[in-house]
């Protein structure tokens, strides 16, 4: 017989700041971001009984920013480390990350390419962020990290 998989689809979102920098976040009441760390955290209700509990994962979605005047174009990576970074598929505006196993911090570098009515004044953003999934059992009374 089969194993299932549970996966966890969680949305991301951008950030664009002056500085030419960005970050992710995530509005999701299971996540935290930390600033000082660049760590945005996800904690997931998992139950601890499940036979495979190795067989958790989470798939990280990311929209391109809100259309207005401006286009905006978004490419993401993320891997354990620099030399292991995997480009995000992109599907039109919506970009999908590699399946990521439970319990896993990942490095998630982000460009954005901002381009105006006008062509010349384009822009471009980078990020640094780290991506932790951590896994808290059913029942468990721990809180968010930060």
């Known amino acids: 017989m089969a194993r ?6 969680i949305p991301l979102q951008i950030t664009l700041r002056n500085d030419g920098t960005c970050s992710l976040v995530c509005d999701d009441p299971r996540a935290t971001y930390e600033t000082a760390t660049g760590t945005l955290t996800i904690n997931l209700v998992i139950d601890r009984n499940n036979p495979y509990p190795s067989q958790q994962s989470v798939r990280f ?4 920013p809100s259309p207005t005047d401006t286009k905006y174009y978004a490419t993401l ?11 995000w598929n992109k599907d039109g505006d919506v970009s999908r990350s590699p399946y990521i196993p439970m319990d896993t911090t990942v490095e998630a570098w982000t460009t954005v390419l901002a381009i105006p009515a006008d062509p010349k004044a384009g822009k471009l953003f980078k990020g640094r962020d780290k991506l932790k999934i951590a896994g808290k059992g059913a029942g468990d009374d721990l809180p968010l990290e930060g």
Do not use: C, K, P, W
């Open 61 to 64: 979605v990311v929209r391109d």
């Open 77 to 87: 990576y993320s891997g354990y480390n620099a030399e292991n970074l995997v480009q």
């Open 4 to 9: 299932m998989t549970t996966l966890h689809i």
